[in-house]
DNA sequence: GCGCAAATCGAAACCGTTTTGGGCAAGGCG
DNA sequence: CGCCTTGCCCAAAACGGTTTCGATTTGCGC
């Protein structure tokens, strides 16, 4: 249309200096008019690389369940990713079938890379991945002490060292964990980090005073009730997640107790958008937290875990960057002191 | 390494009828133990066909938001796409670069096809993907009644038109609407049905008695209060989402009324995966719903929607469908009779 | 006016597939 | 034996860009 070639096109659209002034705004100009765009898919074999990261969220523990972190999480990693030009390809697969979607993704070159979400005990994604040799960033850690990936993830065991630390500290010998399935990572740090607490005291852990489940309202609620229930039952609630707790505040209202006087309750908070611990940020409320808790933005660690990986994709050298946060404590309503 | 040409493996590997049995299987073999699998993009780019689907996830409406119904509409489309062979690429747009996302997607021609996801009053991407040429399907649909293009809706109209009759039969005659944003339209349409079902009875409704906000926990928290603070407090809630439903309960328990006995409420339960209203199914439990609710599965939505837009793509001549879902109507134990 | 560097553009190769249009041998039929 | 089909395979042309290499023009100093 111009009486251009298509490498001067390329060149004008690329930003490449080797054109004139003139004759990229005449093609802008033209490309904008008629709505011409470089396809994605031809650039990507010409250039070698996908523009895209691949995402692979496991759905079901047996049942059909997705994890609700990961909206906030995909949320941050999105923003990251328009930013800077990429595509984010996710894929949603049975829990079982999760290798296979990772081989896939890493062998039929539509991405440049790949988050991994949630690692476990022996996770093989990650000895499959390095082979692969396709970049990737790890959400959460493996078990055993990693020393050649990089992730980002909270101090999940220091987390709830201190929030068991600071319900003992209010008096209560009685705490119940309410975690999330244990053969999960960030579960197993977290169960470590209380029980730690506990024999720091002098104090073991009462087997019928933890219970490993997947977070749902409903798991919270049935653990709780069902420990609320018994003899002997928990003063305070050391509960892995905002929705679990929901549950958990729900069994304490059916047996006519009060949270936060007759019974505490300290949750983990991953500060999803929808559903903010008391009055989100700029609401101007003065209504303080709903719970105490430890705290840590997920949107914000999707937001990282894509920054990092990025940087690995395009910057050479890679850098393996491996980043433990530490979570907030704050203190809402939810906790008070424990019975004399 | 075989001595085939690329042709031969292409068809080998393809399925295709004119190679022999036994060279099929030699590539077949070689492909598995050299990890060799075509690459996407150079397919993609041969065949005219990107193999994904594109979905524009809106982030805040002013804040920074992410519904939280995407992640199981996502799970939902993701397990069709995953059976049929396509990708999933998302992007993660703030609110008012929604347009450019989708123009994006529709020319650079990495996806065959879209997901458009609640529709607004005026809404402009439903003209631009028609002059595009995209196939897409609209999970919601347009204020205006739609004639040519496909969706899958609930018929809200209806399901709050049914709750507001239920409060009433009860004998409740103040009863609050706390709606999703009122732009949206399915936020609309329940307004209307609640509209209707009290106008059949001669009633009209307070404004101090509806509230239309971000359907978060928080917002569920603030308007429930300031209602139940006034005069005339209502005697029933009509709630548009789960979890703003969930700060209701904390309103009201902070009153120190209890929910289904003082105060009823009827929600709207989009069926989260996480968030099971009552026991969920197959846990076996025989705790009947936590809410009395209007209900129908975003998930099998997100299937259906997934599955219209693979048979508009594959199958020619493109078929509009149009389906309006019946909600089902469960009673739990958060209603009760009104006041004398 | 000349030589040389810089600016500007185009031709052609290439990315890794799929698909079209044969080619060649074997087999069936008259 | 010749012809036609069938079975199996390959060469080459797309697909729509990017990039390398080279050509041509322009600018500048002398």
Redesign the interface.
């Known amino acids: 249309m111009l009486g251009l070639s298509p490498t001067t096109v390329s060149r004008a659209i690329g930003g490449y200096p080797e054109v004139k002034e003139e004759t990229r705004r005449r093609v802008r100009e033209a490309a904008i008019a008629h709505?011409?765009?470089?396809?994605?898919?031809?650039a990507?074999?010409a250039t070698g690389r996908?523009m895209?990261i691949g995402h692979v969220?496991p759905?079901a523990f047996g049942?059909?369940?997705?994890?609700?972190i990961?909206?906030?999480f995909?949320?941050g990693?999105?923003?990251v990713?328009?930013g800077a030009g990429y595509?984010?390809?996710?894929?949603?697969?049975p829990d079982g079938d999760e290798e296979r979607?990772y081989r896939?993704m890493a062998?039929?070159?539509?991405v440049d890379g790949l988050i991994v979400h949630g690692p476990r005990d022996g996770d093989p994604r990650i000895a499959l991945l390095r082979g692969a040799g396709l970049p990737f960033v790890v959400h959460g850690r493996a078990p055993v002490e990693p020393t050649d990936y990089s992730f980002v993830d909270i101090d999940n065991r220091r987390a709830f060292r201190r929030a068991t630390d600071l319900l003992l500290d209010l008096g209560h010998r009685l705490i119940a964990l309410l975690n999330g399935i244990e053969t999960m990572d960030f579960a197993r740090r977290r169960r470590d980090g209380y029980l730690e607490a506990l024999a720091a005291r002098g104090l073991g852990a009462r087997v019928d005073l933890t219970a490993s489940a997947?977070?749902?309202?409903?798991a919270g609620h049935?653990a709780a009730r069902r420990m609320l229930d018994a003899d002997s039952p928990p003063t305070a609630f050391l509960v892995s997640s905002h929705?679990m707790a929901?549950g958990v505040r729900?069994a304490i209202?059916d047996r006519g107790l009060t949270m936060g006087r007759d019974v505490s309750v300290v949750i983990h908070d991953d500060m999803?958008?929808?559903?903010?611990n008391?009055?989100?940020p700029?609401?101007g409320?003065t209504e303080g937290p709903?719970f105490t808790a430890t705290r840590s933005s997920v949107?914000a660690a999707g937001r990282r875990c894509a920054e990092i990986l990025l940087a690995n994709i395009g910057g050479h050298p890679p850098q393996v960057v491996q980043e433990i946060w530490e979570c907030e404590l704050v203190l809402g309503g939810s906790t008070g002191r424990g019975p004399p």
Do not use: C, K, W
């Open positions: 709505g011409y765009r470089p396809n994605r898919r031809a990507s074999l996908a895209a969220i759905t049942h059909e369940m997705v994890n609700p990961f909206a906030d995909i949320a990693a999105g923003e990713y328009a595509d984010m390809l996710l894929s949603v697969v979607a896939q062998t039929a070159g539509n997947e977070m749902t309202e409903h049935a929705i929901l729900r209202q999803l958008s929808y559903l903010a008391g009055a989100p700029g609401a409320g709903v949107r």
